[in-house]
């Protein structure tokens, strides 16, 4: 699906980041039980709760605005959370 996803935008010329390695890549360095914290239920890995949210959105956004500087100007910038996320720490 995600390969499917990432086609149709570039054949589109669409901006677009892959945030399921992304997210993935995060969840692997902090670990299960650091990630079940993002969880909105226990055992669903799949939605997240509102802090999940914040911190999945900072990735979105740290993403595209190191792909696409132009962005820059309309992203809020998060230093902290950012520094965190990119360290592989748990947020």
């Not at 892959?18 to 993002?38: E, G, P, R, W």
């Not at 969880?39 to 997240?48: E, F, G, I, K, Y």
């Amino acid at each position: 699906m995600t390969a499917a996803a990432i086609s149709v935008a570039q054949d589109n010329n669409l901006k677009w980041v892959d945030l399921n390695k992304a997210s993935m890549a995060y969840v692997n360095k902090i670990s299960k039980t650091a990630a079940s914290k993002y969880n909105l239920a226990s055992n669903d890995w799949t939605h997240v709760n509102e802090w999940g949210g914040v911190v999945f959105a900072r990735v979105v956004s740290d993403l595209l605005v190191e792909k696409y500087p132009v962005l820059k100007d309309v992203a809020v910038a998060n230093a902290t959370l950012s520094a965190s996320i990119k360290a592989g720490n748990p947020a």
